[in-house]
């Protein structure tokens, strides 16, 4: 297993790199021409500052895109696959953006792999045990059905509930809720899945929450789960 972190990876994005992302997406859209309209843009952008001066990019990966994350998620991924394929390995990869771990049959040579990315200063390469591997704050677990998944810290989920960057929320309730179904969902192969998932059933009375109906007595549950909560991880 490898863990990589391919630093500065906008500045080594190809147009070759962009018409593959572009590629796999008319795949998905069955050759939409207003999705290749708009993915062409991605080629050649037009901007304009806050003083009004116009100016033009051309064939690199421009900050805050729409499909920055996935698209270089999609491109890391590529490249990764394509060096497991020259080394005569077997393997597969999770990736999120530049952050990948590499699960492979036998050991990568890391040498070979950061020439064929040409990034040497930029890309770092670490083997490491399953049970050492931390990924975007997940590490592998057995879930209940004994397969192997990537998992949050439990507590560390438990003491953010509820946390915003912003000091002023719209509507917090909705918030709490949205959060709630959000940690179900990315614990939907963990064994915390059915805490997550009970409490945000216990709310919404088990429909999917929509933000514009609005719950009986939705502030009073809302107030019993986070009290519950915080209660539970200051005991621990």
Not at 59 to 65: L, S
Not at 98 to 109: A, C, E, G, H, P
Not at 124 to 137: G, L, M, P, S, T
Not at 164 to 174: A, E, L, M, W
Request: charged fraction near 25%; charge should be positive; glycine fraction near 4%.
């Amino acid at each position: 297993m490898h863990e990589a972190d391919r630093k500065s990876f906008h500045a080594y994005v190809t147009p070759e790199h962009l018409k593959l992302t572009h590629t796999f997406y008319q795949s998905c859209y069955r050759h939409d021409k207003k999705l290749r309209s708009l993915s062409k843009r991605t080629i050649k952008s037009t901007c304009k500052t806050r003083e009004g001066d116009w100016y033009t990019v051309k064939e690199i990966r421009m900050y805050e895109n729409v499909d920055t994350s996935f698209g270089n998620s999609i491109i890391n991924y590529a490249v990764i696959i394509e060096i497991i394929h020259r080394q005569g390995r077997k393997g597969d990869a999770i990736v999120n953006g530049d952050d990948s771990i590499i699960f492979t049959d036998k050991s990568l040579d890391v040498e070979q792999a950061i020439r064929f990315r040409h990034v040497e200063l930029d890309h770092r390469y670490e083997a490491a045990d399953v049970q050492d591997v931390e990924f975007c704050r997940t590490k592998c677990v057995i879930n209940n059905n004994g397969k192997p998944t990537m998992m949050m810290n439990p507590s560390r989920i438990s003491q953010i509930f509820g946390m915003t960057y912003n000091r002023y929320v719209s509507n917090y309730q909705q918030y709490l809720v949205k959060v709630l179904a959000a940690n179900a969902l990315i614990n939907k192969n963990t064994p915390c899945n059915n805490d997550w998932r009970d409490l945000h059933k216990s709310i919404t009375f088990g429909k999917y929450f929509n933000p514009n109906t609005q719950f009986r007595h939705l502030n009073r549950a809302l107030t019993r789960v986070v009290f519950t909560i915080l209660f539970t991880t200051m005991s621990k």
